[in-house]
C-alpha cells in the first residue's frame, strides 16, 4: 500500500507530510518522556523486522494480487503508538530514499496512512476495547485480528480519498474504493494472524510478564530474545524474500482492475520531476534488485511469456534485505536514543 508520486498532487503531499510531520513531533515528545527499558534497541530491531517483512508479499488466493504485512499493529503492541509511529516513519523513509519503494512527495501520505490509523485508531479504540483489562488470551487475539483489519481498512479508504483528493481522473471513488476495501479485507486478515503469531512467540518467551499491552512489553523483552529477532530479520530479508510472490499489490491490483495497467502515468514535471530525480540518486538498490536487474517485485515477461522465475534466487534481493534491515535499525536507534538522551537530560535540569 505504499503510494507512488504519480497518484497524488503536490497540494495533497504537502498536507499530508505536515500532518505526519506534526505527528511526529507529538510522538517523539512522548517518547522523549519515556523511561522504558529496552525501548532503543527493541525500537531498532523490531523496524528491521517489519522492513524485512514487507519484502515478502503473499499471494491472495483466487485474486492474482499479493500483500505484504504493514506493521502498524505489531509495533503498537510491542512499542506503544507513540515509538510504533516514529519506527514505521523510519521503515518508509529507508525504502522511499534507498529502495524508490514509495514516492517522496508521497511520503506524508505512506506514514500516515500505515502508521497512524493502526497506532492511534485501531490499538487504543479497537484492540483495547475488544480485549478488554483482564480477558483471556484468545479473546485478546481476536481483537488484534480484528483491529489489525480496521487499521489497514481505514488506511486503505485513505489512499482512495488522497488519490480522489489530488484529481486524478483515471481513478474514480466509487470503482476504486469497491477494489481497494475488499483485497485489502483479506490483506488485513493475513496481517491479523501474522500479528498474533509474533505477538504469541514473545509472549512464551516471557510469560511471566507480556500481557499483550504495549506498556510491558519493552521491559519484557530480554537481550536473547532481540538477538533471537536480529536472526529472524536476517534470514527474513536475506533469504525468505526470495519467495516473494510476483503478483502486484493490493494497491497495483485495485489501480489495474480500474484503469488496465498497474501503475498511473504523470507527466514529470514541478515539483514531481525535483523529487523523481532526487530519489533517482539516493536509491541503491531500485526496487530491491541491482539498477541493472529487471525490479524484482514486477511480473516481468520473458521471450517465452512466462514470468520471472520464483523462487528469485536474486542476490540484490538479498543484499537489499540486509541492508534495508541495517538501515533502519540505524536510523530507528538514533532517533530512540537521541530522543531518550535529550530526556534524560531535560529530567536532570
Not at 527493541?42 to 523496524?47: A, F, H, S
Not at 483491529?147 to 482512495?160: F, R
Not at 538477538?227 to 499489490?249: C, K, M, R, Y
Not at 523529487?275 to 514486477?298: A, I, R, V, W
Request: proline residues 4%.
Amino acid at each position: 500500500m505504499h503510494m507512488a508520486d504519480a497518484l497524488i498532487s503536490p497540494a495533497v503531499g504537502g498536507t499530508l507530510w505536515a500532518v505526519s510531520g506534526g505527528l511526529i513531533v507529538f510522538c517523539a515528545r512522548k517518547v522523549k518522556q519515556s523511561a522504558r527499558d529496552n525501548l532503543v534497541p527493541l525500537m531498532g530491531i523490531l523496524g528491521a523486522f517489519v522492513f524485512a517483512a514487507q519484502m515478502i508479499n503473499f499471494s491472495i488466493p483466487g485474486t492474482g494480487s499479493s500483500g505484504h504485512l504493514g506493521g502498524g499493529l505489531l509495533l503498537t503492541l510491542l512499542l506503544g503508538p507513540a515509538a510504533a509511529l516514529l519506527v514505521i516513519a523510519s521503515v518508509l523513509t529507508v525504502q522511499a530514499l534507498f529502495f524508490a519503494d514509495g514516492g517522496l512527495l508521497a511520503l506524508g501520505c505512506n506514514i500516515f496512512n500505515l502508521g497512524f490509523f493502526s497506532a492511534f485508531i485501531a490499538y487504543p479504540l479497537i484492540y483495547r476495547t475488544l480485549a478488554g483489562a483482564q480477558s483471556g488470551a484468545l479473546r485478546k487475539k481476536i481483537a488484534i485480528v480484528i483491529a489489525a483489519i480496521c487499521g489497514l481498512q481505514l488506511g486503505a479508504l485513505s489512499v482512495v480519498l488522497e488519490t480522489v483528493a489530488s484529481g486524478n481522473s483515471e481513478l474514480s471513488f466509487n470503482t476504486f474504493v469497491l477494489m481497494m476495501l475488499p483485497i485489502h479485507l483479506a490483506i488485513g486478515l493475513v496481517e491479523g494472524l501474522v500479528t498474533v503469531a509474533v505477538v504469541s512467540v514473545i509472549s512464551q518467551a516471557r510469560p511471566d510478564r507480556f500481557s499483550m499491552d504495549s506498556a510491558e512489553t519493552a521491559s519484557a523483552v530480554s537481550r536473547p530474545l532481540l538477538i533471537g529477532l536480529a536472526i529472524v530479520t536476517l534470514v527474513l530479508g536475506g533469504l525468505a524474500s526470495w519467495f516473494a510472490s510476483t503478483n502486484p499489490d493490493g494497491l497495483e491490483w485495485s489501480i489495474a482492475k480500474v484503469t488496465g495497467k498497474e501503475e498511473i502515468a504523470r507527466e514529470e514535471t514541478g515539483l514531481h520531476k525535483t523529487l523523481s530525480e532526487f530519489q533517482e540518486k539516493t536509491s541503491l538498490l531500485p526496487d530491491y534488485s541491482f539498477k541493472t536487474d529487471e525490479p524484482e517485485n514486477k511480473t516481468a515477461e520473458t521471450s517465452g511469456n512466462q514470468k520471472e522465475p520464483w523462487p528469485s534466487g536474486n542476490a540484490g534481493t538479498s543484499l537489499s534485505g540486509i541492508t534495508g534491515g541495517v538501515l533502519t535499525l540505524a536510523l530507528a536507534c538514533l532517533i530512540g536514543l537521541a530522543l531518550r538522551l535529550g530526556g534524560n537530560s531535560g529530567s536532570r535540569q
